[in-house]
């Protein structure tokens, strides 16, 4: 569903110790991504897709706090990031981040809005065969 928020990033000076503190304060599954130096939170159950069940809700992510990533973003599913980014930067927006691969899942970008404010972008890869979007209308990979 383009438009729609659909994941959340929390960044951590102290992973562990954040890690820990969400796991501990909510009862949130936080798992390690090795190669992508990144864990994901799991808030909600999920499907056998590893999608969440519950309607309306989104899993996360955190990574170690550095650069313009610096406060929690949200992500908003978009289409065309490249496109969105245009309208964004027309808007008096700019790019933090350009669009870049997320493993096989699709890709992602960050902006800043008018207010200063750091957002994240997802586009969805095509699923095989060209059949519409992978996990559209979900949280990403969580």
Partial sequence: MAGGV???EIPADDEGRAREFYSSAFGWEVSQ??????AM???T???ANGMPSVPGSINGGMFRREGDLTSPVVTVDVDD???????INALGGSTVLPREPIGTMGWAA??????????GLWQ???REGGA????AGNDIGA
């Fill in 6 to 8: 659909v994941h959340f």
């Fill in 33 to 38: 991504v090795p190669e992508m130096s990144y």
């Fill in 41 to 43: 939170i799991k808030t």
């Fill in 45 to 47: 159950p999920t499907d």
């Fill in 81 to 87: 990031i490249d496109a969105a980014l245009e309208k």
């Fill in 110 to 119: 960050y902006f800043r809005d008018t207010e200063g404010n750091v957002v």
């Fill in 124 to 126: 969805n890869a095509p």
């Fill in 132 to 135: 519409g979007a992978a996990n």
